[in-house]
């Protein structure tokens, strides 16, 4: 469930690890269970992988925009 943090903020966490599987696709949802304008965002992402360049990570909104996080670096 989503906690305000220091300032006000909203913080989200997953519950649980998805598995990140050769060749396929893995997502994790998180749900903010009320309506909210996000104006800045700082995102965290703790990923354990053999091979980090193998990895693509976006960041999608509910309307479909999309911002990569990491692209196949490393």
Known sequence: APARGAGGELVVRAEQAAPIRDYQ???????????????RA????????????????????????EVTLHDHAG
């Open 25 to 39: 696709t893995a997502q994790q949802a998180l749900e903010v269970s009320h309506e909210c304008t996000i104006a």
């Open 42 to 65: 700082e995102v965290e992402v703790d990923i354990r992988h053999s091979f980090i360049a193998d990895l693509r990570v976006v960041l999608r909104s509910p309307a479909g925009t």
